[in-house]
């Protein structure tokens, strides 16, 4: 299973470095005899790639941030105080995420265009915002629960407030929840193609999923160039992740352990 679905991404890293001559040849070879940096060194080139970037980073960087912090604080209300309409709430929550993003392109531009923000890094950040912070907050919701509330209370005793203790004690123990979660805004952030096209115009905002459809051009397809693009956007994700995974796991095994 492994092998079938890494090949795909094998292949896309192997093409990168092939040069223009054997891309397309038959019968394919599963290693280049001269690999070469040509196609990474076009793609950088291209007119709009760092800005491309920045837009990317400040969207995916924005929406993780924005999320976690909204997406925590409404956690913690959701595990700790108990109000009319809370269950329900946490439906809602479930249930938002079944609605089709393709289904509110439009009323979202017509929102955003009513507010001025299209076309502007914000508007797309306060929209991913809405469809992770959902899964943000019943992500966040579950680890809280786990975290014994005596814990809070005998801070308080010690002269924290609600706030005080929040910080000093639930956030260090929900970091692995936090880079459970900013793992998947990134990604969401990262990766999505089609509110992005919709909301920015202007070249220099689009992020870098806009930027690959520009390798394929009315007189074809750069496949070399397209490849290693796609490498590139690719690249800071699987970083993020390395960076992280360790997070990841020690709140897996966390949360398997009671007491």
Known sequence: MAAVLGFPVYWMVLTAFRPASEILGLPPEFWPSSPTLANFTRAMSTETFWANVRSSAVIGLGTVLVSLVVGSLAAFALARFRFAGRK????????????????????????LNEAGLTDSLGGVILVYLVFTLPFTVWMLHGFIATIPVELEEAAMVDGCGRIGAFVRVVLPLLAPGLVATSVFAMVQAW????????????????????WLVSFQTSFGTDYGGLMAGATLTALPVVVFFLAVHRKIAAGIAAGAVKG
């Open 191 to 210: 990766n999505e193609y089609v509110l992005v096209y919709v909301l920015l115009s202007t070249p220099e905002k689009q992020t870098l999923s806009i």
């Open 88 to 111: 329900a709430f946490i439906v809602v929550i479930l249930t938002v995420q079944m609605i089709p993003l393709a289904a509110l392109v439009i009323p979202v531009y017509l929102l």
